[in-house]
């Protein structure tokens, strides 16, 4: 990838958080977006040509999602995301309220996005509108976790989870032992 030319080699934070999240492990901790996204990526494409190879790829239906508390957190996060995400083949979109929700969702339909970057208000409209699944969804990442739990999102974030493959979640923070 030519974007990663600039890098000579993982931080140390990075190079912990991706092990955890390859090994499919949640992370708490990680400040860098790079740190979950790259991983979240590459294990979206991977289940992209999966579910496309069965026939079981949804168009209304993204694979994975990072829920973030603001807007324009969503926005920076969607600009990493679009740096890299071309470069495996997952086109990525942004949810977020104080915007059009048609344009947002016409984006959504438009690309095939399989990785939504959104705030948990605006996407809880698009799932309870039914106009969004998260029955495909196993890549999950909570940026500014602790944020949007002092922002009062816990019940969204836990209506959320309930939509999405993700299940028997294990909790890991970086730099806990990983034995």
């Avoid at 990075?14 to 590459?42: C, F, H, R």
């Avoid at 500014?144 to 028997?168: K, N, Y």
Wanted: aromatic share 6%; with cysteine.
């Amino acid at each position: 990838m030519k974007s990663l030319a600039q890098f000579d080699a993982p931080t140390p934070i990075q190079a912990q958080g991706w092990s955890i999240a390859l090994k499919g492990l949640d992370m708490v901790g990680i400040g860098q977006t790079l740190g979950y996204l790259l991983p979240g990526l590459l294990h979206v494409s991977h289940h992209q040509q999966l579910y496309a190879q069965h026939q079981k790829l949804q168009r209304d239906a993204p694979i994975g999602l990072v829920l973030a508390p603001t807007r324009e957190l969503v926005q920076q996060i969607l600009a990493v995301a679009s740096e890299f995400g071309p470069k495996v083949h997952v086109e990525s979109v942004a949810m977020f309220g104080g915007a059009s929700r048609d344009v947002q969702l016409g984006t959504f339909y438009k690309r095939s996005a399989k990785l939504v970057v959104a705030t948990p208000g605006r996407l809880i409209d698009f799932l309870e509108s039914g106009q969004l699944r998260l029955g495909q969804c196993s890549f999950v990442v909570l940026d500014e976790a602790d944020r949007m739990l002092d922002m009062g999102f816990e019940p969204q974030i836990s209506s959320i989870m309930q939509h999405t493959r993700v299940s028997d979640v294990q909790h890991t923070r970086v730099g806990d032992n990983q034995e």
